[in-house]
């Protein structure tokens, strides 16, 4: 059974950082397209940065500049470097595969606060 599992999530200052890692058993994980979403209580999951098997990334407009999504194929892991983090991006974050078939983590808590 496929394992995606994320981890990496805690309490930060605004300002502060986090690197979020998400692992997984998926077997030809360099072919997947990975993903980091999130979603804030009472918001919708939001598609937050991407990066397809070729390292190729993309990002939402508020992200952009601050989190960088990067992918270690020998470990079967990506990550999320989140830098100069806001209140805003308060949330539960979700590692999501897909490709020949979509796979979803359980979720890392981030909280951004003073």
């Known amino acids: 059974q496929v394992q995606v599992v994320e981890s990496g999530g805690g309490l930060v200052q605004p300002g502060g950082s986090l690197r979020l890692s998400c692992a997984t058993t998926?077997?030809?994980?360099?072919?997947?397209?990975m993903a980091w979403y999130r979603q804030a209580p009472g918001k919708q999951r939001e598609l937050v940065a991407s990066?397809?098997?070729?390292?190729?990334?993309n990002y939402t407009d508020s992200v952009k500049g601050r989190f960088t999504i990067s992918r270690d194929n020998a470990k079967n892991t990506v990550y999320l470097q989140m830098n100069s983090l806001k209140p805003e991006d308060t949330a539960v974050y979700y590692c999501?595969?897909?490709?020949?078939?979509?796979?979803w983590g359980q979720g890392t808590q981030v909280t951004v606060s003073s």
């Open positions: 999501r595969a897909y490709g020949i078939r979509s796979y």
């Open positions: 998926i077997r030809y994980f360099s072919i997947y397209h």
């Open positions: 990066i397809t098997g070729g390292s190729s990334t």
